[in-house]
């Protein structure tokens, strides 16, 4: 799987979006990009992934660019309750009998403030 | 519906001792995993199951052993513990539905202590 680079941390104001930036320029076609955070040592909780176009969902969008080299995960108005480690990780399509093994970085810590 | 539960939560071993991690799950997912994270670090995956009575290694497996007896349990077992297993350790489980929306259901970790 490629492997990512994060921000080691960033702060966010309550109520403004929460950009988060991911760089995977060695991530190969057939490889997707997923998003998981994790708030103060619970486990680790899914938020979105993608492949090469923009997803949104109930909890935050997932912007692609184009050449698919990095990412932004963006929270739209974040709350204090957001304030947890984020983790971007590129793994290959699962295929039925395969395990979806994750790998993990240190991820960005996000400081949401008031 | 409780998902996937950890047991026990907290626990203090003096090195050589054993026990084993209880991880059950009633989502009826096939896939299981365990994993490992000390601080200030990511977690790193220990052992896995693709289904009941099947096992296999992941990134760092050696010190630990795991069995799926039965499909919505998953056990880890320290058989003689070191200090250097001193780590949270968390539970995952997935639905294989053969394509990227496999979604891993973390347990909430049980943090052990080695002295």
């Known amino acids: 799987d490629a492997k990512t680079t994060q921000p080691p941390s960033m702060d966010c104001a309550e109520g403004r979006a929460a950009n988060l930036p991911c760089n995977h320029s060695t991530i190969s076609g057939n490889e997707y990009v997923y998003w998981y955070r994790q708030i103060h040592s619970q486990g680790p909780q899914y938020i979105i992934h993608g492949l090469k176009n923009n997803e949104t969902n109930e909890m935050a969008s997932l912007i692609i660019t184009e050449d698919r080299k990095s990412s932004t995960l963006i929270l739209p108005h974040a709350t204090l309750r957001d304030t947890a480690v984020y983790y971007c990780?590129?793994?290959?399509?699962?295929?039925?009998?395969?395990?979806?093994?994750?790998?993990f970085g240190t991820g960005t810590r996000l400081q949401v403030t008031l | 519906n409780a998902g996937v539960t950890q047991t026990p939560k907290f626990r203090v071993l003096k090195t050589g001792q054993s026990m084993t991690l209880l991880c059950a799950q009633d989502?009826?997912?096939?896939?299981m995993y365990w994993y490992r994270q000390d601080p200030g670090m990511g977690l790193r995956l220990i052992h896995y199951s693709v289904g009941e009575g099947t096992t296999a290694k992941g990134e760092v497996p050696d010190g630990y052993n795991v069995s799926r007896l039965k499909k919505q349990n998953f056990l880890l077992g320290l058989e003689s513990a070191a200090p250097s297993q001193t780590s949270v350790y968390f539970c995952a489980s997935s639905y294989p539905s053969g394509g990227a929306e496999e979604t891993q259901y973390f347990g909430p970790g049980t943090r052990l202590l080695v002295l």
């Open positions: 990780i590129v793994r290959l399509r699962a295929y039925t009998g395969t395990a979806s093994k994750l790998t």
């Open positions: 989502m009826n997912h096939e896939y």
